[in-house]
């Protein structure tokens, strides 16, 4: 490829965290059941990355379906 150039991001901003909690949202919303076989690779790709099960945060709350993950930064 050319004409592309990659640069080291900061993904520590506040439009990163915003862009993040979107994405959790949406995906919340087509996808309560996240702790179905289907979703375990996806499962692994955020372990992968350092993900890690949380308790949950604000109205999101793990339940029979759904989990939470965190990444400490």
Do not use: N, Q
Request: glycine residues 6%; proline residues 8%.
């Amino acid at each position: 490829m050319s004409g592309f150039t990659i640069a080291p991001d900061d993904l520590t901003s506040a439009d990163v965290l915003d862009l993040l909690r979107l994405h959790l949202a949406e995906m919340h919303s087509w996808s309560p059941a996240c702790k179905t076989e289907p979703f375990r690779p996806a499962l692994r790709l955020y372990e992968s990355h350092g993900f890690v099960e949380s308790a949950g945060f604000g109205p999101y709350l793990p339940d029979e379906f759904s989990l939470c993950m965190e990444r400490r930064l």
